[in-house]
């Protein structure tokens, strides 16, 4: 490994440690290196606040003369929430910079050519692919104005995800599900279930994580009719997050009326010719609530129509050492495609351990 990509790596592993913190903007870590050696570190903490170089600058105080600063995104090269971050590596008398990616945001980008005029020496290359991924949703937002969607599933290796009963407790272990807090609730603007996974499940959709501390993500659930039970935990469990009910259109106020006096937000969404909520123009409407990022965690319709909807920009399934068989409840419901040459395709497979169970990733692809 090359010294560019070590150094980088640690401003990516920086990064990620303001997950949760900065939507709608990026995850970014910088490193500042003299000789060598890791004389300041930083990285975004949250959405508002000094960006990644401001810190790592401040860190290395002094020792920043002459030294190269390793950031995970163009710096910055205007006044937004605050002064372009390319001024305070040239005030910090950097001598060399390098970037993993270019900033996708047109309002900020500029940054190289900058630094560039200004005589520092600016390299890229090396941890690009793993900088576009980490901010996914961020770039995605910027490229199409829509959410950036991951769909999470836990099973067992024969594709169930309850008893026929309907018993789910639990399929996977507290490994897995602990990753999930971690990765992905506490990460992703908002989470959406469906309104039999509340009635089955009752779930709260909070991020609980071990040491405390956790970030909730906005709670989505998709009731047509709003026929959900007003004792729902997603109703009444406190977080530091809303509860939004998407609903059908021309649902009258007198039944929205007792999820409002208990704090819920309602969105009202058009139908596909289903009759079910159609996730393709429910997107947009996510979007204009200030939702770049979204995990999808079931059930079984909610996942197979966002599927086939094509929204999904992920996909995170679990496999738990099981085997259920019979009449199991599976992971998607309703009919899939006549032929074989119609399924799903998807790219960039990795395949993870998480405890005793094993977490598969992909990316649907695009038709
Ligand atoms: C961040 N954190 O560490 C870096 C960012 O409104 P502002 O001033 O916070 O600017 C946000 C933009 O600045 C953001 O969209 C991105 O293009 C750029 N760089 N942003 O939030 C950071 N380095
Ligand atoms: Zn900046």
């Known amino acids: 490994m090359s010294d560019d990509v070590f150094f980088m790596e640690r401003a990516l592993e920086l990064a990620l440690k303001g997950s949760g913190r900065t939507s709608p903007n990026p995850l970014v870590g910088a490193v500042v290196v003299r000789n060598g050696e890791i004389v300041g570190e930083g990285w975004h903490m949250a959405y508002g606040g000094p960006h990644a170089e401001v810190h790592a600058l401040k860190a290395a105080g002094a020792a920043a003369e002459g030294a190269t600063i390793y950031v995970t995104l163009e710096p910055c090269n205007h006044y937004g929430k ?24 047109p309002k900020a980008a500029g940054g190289m050519d900058r630094l560039r005029s200004a005589g520092v020496a600016v ?17 995605k937002k910027l490229e199409t104005g829509l959410p950036w969607v991951v769909l999470k599933c836990a099973m067992t290796l024969d594709g169930r995800v309850a008893t026929r009963s309907g018993d789910s407790k639990w399929v996977t272990g ?5 990753w999930c ?8 603007d908002a989470i959406l279930v469906g309104s039999a996974t509340v009635r089955a499940d009752d779930p709260s959709l909070t991020c609980r994580l071990p040491e405390g501390g956790g970030r909730d993500p906005l709670r989505i659930v998709l009731a047509s009719n709003l026929d959900l039970p007003t004792e729902a935990s997603v109703l009444r469990q406190k977080s530091d997050s809303a509860t939004l009910l998407v609903c059908a ?9 007792p999820f409002y006096d208990m704090g819920a937000r309602i969105l009202e969404a058009p139908s596909g010719s289903d009759g079910r909520l159609d996730f393709k123009a429910l997107m ?38 099981k085997i259920l068989g019979g009449d199991g409840i599976p992971v998607l419901d309703g009919p899939g ?9 998807l790219s960039g497979m990795e395949v993870f351990s998480c405890g005793d169970d094993i977490r598969v990733e992909g990316y649907p692809d695009k038709v």
């Open 284 to 321: 947009p409407l996510l979007a204009e609530q200030g939702i770049q990022s979204l995990l999808i965690e079931g059930g079984g319709r909610v996942a197979a129509s966002a599927l086939k909807s094509g929204v999904v920009d992920k996909v995170v399934f679990f496999y738990a050492p």
């Open 249 to 257: 259109g021309g649902v009258p106020e007198s039944r929205k009326q």
């Open 181 to 188: 807090h971690r990765h992905l609730r506490q990460r992703l």
């Open 174 to 178: 507290p490994e897995s599900r602990q």
């Open 82 to 105: 605050t002064p372009p971050c390319t001024q305070a590596v040239l005030d910090a008398g950097i001598r060399r910079v390098v970037i993993a990616m270019e900033d996708p945001n």
């Open 123 to 139: 390299d890229t290359g090396g941890c690009e692919d793993k900088a576009r991924k980490l901010n996914a949703p961020f770039i």
């Open 337 to 345: 495609p006549e032929r074989m040459a119609q399924c799903m395709r």
